[in-house]
């Protein structure tokens, strides 16, 4: 089993120059997605510093947020069309 070295592991200054992804930078990023217009860049930052789970929770409150949204809308008209 070969020996790690120092130069296998991320140093402190490797990880500090990888910054990470913000919740509004996350909202964002599952806004763009909601509407398919998301930047190269912001794609390629979203891989590089994201983690796959915050992406996913954001995505699946949002999308809960939009059909109640939608759901309570809907409601409301048809009570006020009765």
Same mark, same amino acid.
């Given at each position: @089993?070969?020996? =790690? ?9 490797? +990880?500090?120059?990888? #910054?990470?992804?913000?919740?509004? +930078?996350?909202i964002g ?7 398919? %217009? +998301?930047?190269?860049?912001?794609? =390629?930052?979203?891989? +590089?510093?994201? #983690? ?7 995505? %699946? %409150? @949002?999308?809960?947020?939009? !059909?109640?949204?939608? !759901?309570?809308?809907?409601?409301? %008209?048809? =009570?006020?069309?009765?």
């Amino acid at each position: @089993m070969p020996m =790690k070295t120092t130069s296998d592991s991320p140093t402190v200054d490797n +990880q500090d120059a990888v #910054k990470r992804v913000s919740l509004l +930078q996350v909202i964002g990023s599952i806004l763009a997605c909601f509407y398919g %217009v +998301q930047s190269s860049k912001n794609r =390629k930052r979203d891989f +590089q510093s994201g #983690k796959a789970g915050t992406f996913i929770a954001v995505g %699946v %409150v @949002m999308t809960a947020v939009w !059909y109640l949204t939608i !759901y309570l809308v809907v409601t409301l %008209v048809l =009570k006020v069309a009765k």
